[in-house]
């Protein structure tokens, strides 16, 4: 019997990550102050990071924040997942506001 099966679940509830990719994702060593998020849906995952956050890192730091998120996709997929690489164009920032009010 499938561990997810056990407590009477449907398959169709039953998550792709689990406590072992979990591990996998939290042992890579992440840039300061970079954020990212592995979002589940069911039949792969997604690695999440946000465009606030990116567009203030010097090209190095980009670099670092790239090789991060392809040995998280490496470690999840040698765990049997399949694994995207999703940016997130979050909403304008406080500080993007008041420049664009200082251009008009």
Same mark, same amino acid.
């Given at each position: 019997?499938?561990?997810? /099966?056990?407590?009477? /679940? ?34 792969? /995952?997604?690695?999440?990071? @946000? ?16 090789? @991060? ?6 470690? +999840?997929?040698? +765990? ?8 997130? +164009? ?15």
């Amino acid at each position: 019997m499938k561990p997810g /099966l056990k407590f009477g /679940l449907e398959p169709q509830w039953i998550k792709m990550y689990n406590a072992e990719m979990q591990k996998a994702f939290r042992s890579v060593k992440v840039p300061k102050g970079f954020k990212a998020h592995i979002v589940d849906y069911e039949k792969f /995952l997604t690695i999440r990071f @946000y465009e606030s956050q990116w567009k203030d890192y010097t090209e190095a730091q980009r670099f670092k924040c790239v090789q @991060y998120m392809v040995n998280v996709k490496k470690a +999840l997929e040698s +765990l049997g997942a399949i694994v995207a690489i999703d940016p997130v +164009l979050d909403l304008e920032t406080p500080q993007d506001r008041l420049q664009r009010r200082r251009r008009k």
